[in-house]
Structures are given as structure tokens and as C-alpha cells.
């Protein structure tokens, strides 16, 4: 069972959904890796941490939420 919230779980899902469907795009399902998608949900988390936190020392306030 996935920890945390069922909105953050439900957000996590369709995160992934929209991933596969970017991969679908360039790929058929059986050409298709599971490396592939964690690569790509990679670049997802990267660009959401570059979009939120400009300098490291942010990375605080976000613990303190």
C-alpha cells in the first residue's frame, strides 16, 4: 500500500500515466523499459525541484512545511 495521502498518491498516479503516454509516443510497449519511464519520471522530479527551489537553502523551508 503507497504511503502518504490518497491526493498524493491519486497525483503520483497520474504522473506516472502522463509519463507512459509521453513514452508511447516514441516507443511501442514492448520496445518499451521499465528504465525508460523511471528515467523520464526522473526529469519530471527534476524540473519540478528546479521550478520550486532556486537556492539550496529552500530545501529547509520545505521541510518545515
Sequence with gaps: MPKGSPE??????EEIVNACEKLYQ???????????????????LVGYVLSEIT???????????
Excluded: H, N
Excluded at 56 to 64: G, I, P, T, V, Y
Design 8 to 13: 498524493l498518491t491519486a497525483s503520483r498516479r
Design 26 to 44: 516514441t516507443m511501442s510497449l514492448k520496445e518499451m523499459i521499465l528504465q525508460d519511464l523511471a528515467i523520464l519520471m526522473f526529469f519530471v
Design 55 to 65: 537556492q539550496k537553502e529552500q530545501c529547509l523551508q520545505f521541510k518545515e512545511k
